[in-house]
């Protein structure tokens, strides 16, 4: 797993070198994509909480970036973070009521989110700040100047991605933690046998907010990574469309899945472009069908299908079949 | 004074047509416990034939008739092929397999028909006009109530209509009297669908045909449904014209209009947290 | 006949007939297998080997089909329609049959049996004590007209009075409408009184077969059953 791992970053940071413009900018917006399913994912597959509305966190996050940027003047790369902060709490909050929904209400509750995040974002009482219907406008970052000192030469475009790519990679890093601790354990007991982890003393209440907070922060810290690589900010960007995108995201690349994040990013980015080919609609069709389709014959998504690949190569019968998927 | 009226009767108006939608999602609720979120959709799909035939010079009334009945023999099919496999899958899987139904309607639409904004005729004479009230709000009223009240004929006076009930309350117990409780299902599907269409060619002249039209009011029927209970029909209709009302009085004098979408929103969660069973609803207990 | 619930296996050889328009009782302990034995009949579980009704096979079957058939649970726990009135209920019994003038016929028979449903056929089922609801089940398996009645251990939780007034009416019924009834009961001294064959079911087997009358004299029967 290790040496994967290794042999993928070694690869990604070989990327923009090999490609063209344009396509590293796709490639930068996969790694977004990335983060922010990782983020829907840690909700999602590994503690069970249906959320049909990140399009909002990803949606404040980026609107977060665009508002440090423009109205305060704080540089690009301090506008992560901060956005980070910005959503964990916020979506810390939004797990504590959530605590009392399950199910199919969470997800009436997020999708309700979801929908009136545009008409939010327009109103004028907010305009100050939003741009209303406009939105922001904000800077493309140039590389920095002690890189110029080392030598090393490369264009906006370039340097966005790695910048994207060492957020991505730290992200990846904590999730991977969090995932194959104790935390993620109990994550994962919450979503299976809610009651029974209750009566084994996990503080269920706080696990899933904690959940929710951080699920939160990771989305929207793609959302501002987002804002900057594409360099504006509109309410009509961020429609249910969006949370819907990436719950399809994470239904095909795997649920309580780390890879899965990765082979969702790819689809979502790529699929699309494909299916634009035959026709302006064609993209969600494509969506709605993947969608409908894994969960009739691959519920474990694609990292699902590469690992019982993996498995089956290397001759090793899987013991526990519900294990998750790192 | 005059104006608070108005509003209040708008809202009345707009008010039965999210109570049609409600009552297609709390019969889709009571008979599987799944929140149906594609049915804005498939209203919204229904509505697009009806415009097609009328398009190809169908006479307005021949063509709703039509298009009920295409509505109600797509839902039936959408129950028994889509919805069947998963009738039984955890939460994610339905949900999922909901959301894709919901994408799938949605771009065939905007691929069949485009994205260009169309006008659907209101098919009710100027006579028909109240002093406050237009007669296409007139016209959607008494449809709506019209609608209702046949169903409730339906499901209270009739051997079909009786089985259905009981297929939807008790399907072991269905079973052991002879009920096909998989047919009642999809016969459940298919009516509702039939109510989501009439509830889309109702709202269609007034906020223009568009694929993306039905997603606010079915946000506006959601919370319709839960603010009634969201297993109660009765409640459904009482939620429905309340939120109509509400949605209409806030937006014209406290928010603002682009902000009414917000109501629901608040409306929903506010439901959920605080009384999730709604007015009518009955409280559900498990056991652990 | 065996049966199993998913890949548990409950029953593992049950055999015995029955006799057109007998009352048979089915005798045993918990968990022995009774009422798995009757979900068998209706196609509500797995089973492997022949049940065969008036001569046809009917194991595969489905439930509804073989409602069809004319065979009427009346289910453990009563299954009563909760939130539907009692006439409603009892309507529901009659939904596969097309004769609609019998039907309302019939339903004024059954009234006739239990009156105290008349007084409250417009009342929610679910309002009904346990004896009146279990009743209305008994008289909703009425309503279909069947040639088999199985019945579920009706007389749980009701007290040994209102036992007897139904049982009794059951005897009544069986006698006047000519309808079979396969009788599961925990209740052996009232069983054996009801019934005319009687079969003891211990897990999932049948250990002793014979008449009502002869079982009860039996000393077996007695001690493990009956309590004396």
């Known amino acids: 797993m290790v040496t994967v791992t290794i042999l993928l970053i070694a690869a990604a940071c070989a990327l923009p070198f090999v490609l063209k413009g344009y396509h590293t900018f796709q490639a930068t917006l996969v790694l977004i994509y990335a983060i922010a399913l990782l983020g829907l994912n840690l909700l999602t597959g590994y503690n069970g909480q249906i959320s049909l509305g990140h399009g909002a966190f990803y949606a404040m996050g980026a609107y977060a970036a665009a508002i440090l940027m423009d109205r305060a003047g704080v540089p690009y790369w301090a506008t992560i973070p901060l956005a980070g902060a910005v959503c964990l709490v916020v979506g810390f909050l939004f797990g504590l009521p959530a605590l009392r929904l399950e199910g199919l209400y969470l997800a009436l509750a997020t999708f309700a989110l979801a929908v009136s995040m545009p008409p939010i974002l327009k109103a004028h009482f907010l305009e100050k700040w939003t741009g209303g219907v406009q939105g922001i406008v904000i800077m493309k970052p140039e590389p920095p100047a002690w890189l110029a000192a080392t030598g090393i030469k490369l264009n906006a475009d370039q340097w966005l991605y790695f910048f994207a790519l060492a957020v991505a990679i730290v992200l990846f890093i904590v999730a991977w933690n969090l995932v194959v601790g104790r935390v993620g354990r109990a994550l994962v007991a919450i979503r299976d046998h809610h009651i029974a982890a209750e009566a084994m003393g996990i503080n269920t209440a706080l696990y899933k907010s904690l959940a929710f907070g951080i699920s939160a922060m990771y989305t929207g810290i793609a959302g501002a990574l987002g804002a900057i690589a594409v360099q504006f900010v509109a309410p009509d960007s961020f429609t249910v469309f969006l949370s819907i995108t990436l719950l399809v995201g994470i239904v095909v690349g795997g649920l309580a899945s780390l890879s899965g994040a990765l082979y969702g990013a790819l689809f979502i980015q790529f699929v699309p472009n494909i299916a634009d080919e035959l026709s302006k609609a064609a993209p969600w069709a494509v969506f709605g069908v993947f969608l409908i389709g894994f969960v009739y014959l691959m519920p474990t998504g694609a990292a699902g299908a590469v690992r019982a690949l993996t498995t089956r190569l290397r001759g090793v019968k899987l013991s526990t079949p519900k294990e998750d998927i790192p | 004074m005059e104006a608070v009226l108005l509003q209040f009767l708008a809202g009345l108006a707009t008010g039965s047509i999210y109570a049609s939608l409600a009552l297609a999602l709390v019969m889709i609720y009571q008979a599987t416990h799944l929140v149906n979120f594609a049915q804005g959709e498939m209203a919204m799909f229904a509505t697009y034939i009806a415009w097609a035939l009328i398009n190809a010079g169908m006479p307005y009334w021949a063509a709703f008739l039509l298009t009920v009945a295409f509505a109600f023999v797509f839902g039936v099919l959408i129950e028994r092929v889509v919805i069947r496999p998963v009738e039984n899958a955890p939460v994610l899987a339905v949900v999922a397999v909901f959301i894709g139904l919901l994408v799938i309607l949605n771009s065939i639409a905007g691929w069949i028909f485009t994205y260009t904004i169309k006008s659907f005729p209101s098919p009710f004479p100027a006579a028909l006009g109240i002093r406050y009230m237009s007669p296409h709000q007139v016209g959607a009223l008494l449809v709506t109530l019209a609608v209702l009240a046949l169903l409730y004929v339906f499901f209270r006076f009739t051997p079909l209509g009786l089985a259905m009930r009981a297929a939807a309350q008790n399907p072991v117990s269905s079973r052991l009297v002879g009920i096909r409780v998989g047919w009642m299902l999809a016969l459940g599907w298919g009516l509702a669908a039939a109510v989501g269409a009439i509830a889309g060619m109702m709202v269609a002249p007034i906020v223009y045909l568009d694929p993306n039209m039905m997603a606010g009011i079915l946000l506006y029927a959601f919370a319709a449904a839960l603010l009634g209970g969201i297993d109660s029909p009765g409640g459904a209709v009482v939620g429905g014209l309340l939120v109509g009302v509400l949605e209409n009085l806030l937006g014209a004098f406290v928010i603002g209009n682009e902000l009414k979408l917000v109501v629901a929103l608040v409306l929903i969660v506010g439901v959920l947290l605080v009384r999730p069973s709604g007015f009518f609803g009955s409280v559900h207990v498990s056991r652990v | ?228």
């Open chain 3, 1 to 228: 006949m065996r049966a199993a619930y998913g890949a548990t296996r409950v029953l593992h050889g049950i055999d015995f007939a029955m006799e057109e328009k007998s009352i048979t009782a089915l005798l045993g302990a918990n968990g022995a297998g009774k009422t798995t034995t009757l979900r068998a009949i209706c196609g509500m579980v797995r089973t492997e080997g022949a049940i065969r009704f008036a001569g046809e096979p009917i194991t595969g079957k489905r439930t509804e089909d073989i409602v069809r058939l004319g065979i009427a649970h009346v289910p453990d726990g009563r299954g009563t329609f909760l939130h539907l009135t009692t006439e409603e209920n009892l309507r529901l019994g009659a939904y596969v049959r097309k004769d609609r003038a019998n039907v309302a016929r019939d339903l004024e028979r059954v009234y006739a049996y239990f009156p105290r449903l008349k007084e409250r056929s417009h009342q929610q089922a679910g309002t009904l004590s346990g004896g009146e609801q279990q009743m209305l089940a008994v008289s909703r398996a009425l309503m279909l007209a069947p040639k088999l009645m199985l019945l579920d251990e009706p007389s749980f939780g009701l007290a040994p009075l209102v036992v007897r007034e139904l049982f009794g009416i059951l005897r009544t019924i069986n006698a006047e409408e000519r309808v079979s009834m396969l009788v599961v009961e925990q209740n052996a001294a009232m069983a054996l009184d009801l019934a005319d064959q009687a079969c003891v079911i211990e897990t999932g087997r049948v250990v002793l077969s014979g008449s009502a009358a002869e079982l009860k004299k039996d000393d077996a029967v007695r001690r493990s059953y009956l309590g004396y």
